[in-house]
């Protein structure tokens, strides 16, 4: 499995969600809505979730082992990382 693409668009407004993230996975499946946490050991992903009747949130899609998930979140904070430098580079004009 290969992360292909990874669109991250940053939340404006202050708060723990920093940025909503979609994947694509293989050119070929896309997971939307994953969210980049700021928590109190640093930043985290979380994956698409629902809220159940129960009232507690089950998350939508997921990997199924712990070694996919990290992969995961380092490819996706490293991308979020990337777009905050990104931002802050002077635009340099044509001369």
């Known amino acids: 499995m290969q992360i292909t693409d990874v669109r991250v668009r940053k939340v404006a407004k202050e ?9 694509t996975i ?7 809505d994953i969210k980049v946490i700021e928590g109190e ?3 985290f992903i979380a994956m698409p ?9 089950r ?9 996919t998930r990290e992969r995961i979140q380092s490819t996706i904070l490293a991308r979020y990382e990337e777009s905050l ?3 802050e580079e ?3 004009g044509a001369e």
């Open 15 to 23: 708060g723990k969600l920093k940025a909503v993230v979609s994947i």
């Open 41 to 43: 050991k640093g930043l």
């Open 85 to 87: 430098e990104e931002e």
């Open 26 to 32: 293989d050119d070929e499946f896309v997971v939307h």
């Open 90 to 92: 002077p635009v340099t």
């Open 49 to 57: 979730s629902k809220k159940a009747l129960d009232g507690e949130y």
């Open 59 to 67: 998350d939508i899609a997921h990997p199924i082992n712990s070694g």
